[in-house]
């Protein structure tokens, strides 16, 4: 009798433990997201010969204080923002990182990004690439036994080609969702920097670099 009920008892810590771990109250605090991947080496060491310049992407977003929030299962929220408060900046830099290492075609190729508010030299540059953040979101919602993480992206990126004068325009939208038993912030942080990863994955996919200008993949 003694041992069923000690079992009964470690049963009930463990379903409260769960139901706490689910999602308890919100306490208003905002959690920063670090969206800076790991890039892999390109195959080809040495870069081509054109220069990148990107500039910080206009954020259109409608609520630009915050990327989102988390709805805990027993009432209040927690937010969520990216580490420096600045989305644009975080899109510029992934895509810069990503050209750097493995951009057309697997390779290597000179970029910088531009200091934010800077106008850029154009004698510095054969490609100016600018973009408009029109979404970039994450956000759970804590229920019994689980939390479901949705996140989305939408913006539109502009390539300026100096040599002729041309503008290569493209829009990259995504989102992506999963369900976790045990949440951590660590699952939103995983899951927006896919969705970021697979928009500039669809960028390249849709443009290429012919005679040192931007051009839209045949």
Known sequence: MKQ???RLGIGIVFVASL??????????K???LDLQQKQTAAQYLEPEPVR????TFEDRRLEKSRLGLRTHLWGGVSYFNVAGERPGDVMAQALADRLKTRGWKDRAWTVRVASSGAVTNLNDADIVISGQLLDFSANAKSRLFSTVVNTSSKMVITARNLGDQSVTIRGVEGAQRDTVVWFSEDDV?????????DGIDR????TTIE???LRPAR
């Open 211 to 213: 005679q040192k200008a």
């Open 19 to 28: 139901l706490m771990g689910a999602g308890c109250g919100g306490i208003g």
């Open 30 to 32: 905002t959690f920063y």
């Open 4 to 6: 069923t009920m000690g």
């Open 189 to 197: 942080q995983q899951l927006l920097a896919a969705t970021l990863k």
């Open 203 to 206: 960028f390249l996919d849709d």
């Open 52 to 55: 990148i310049v990107i500039e």
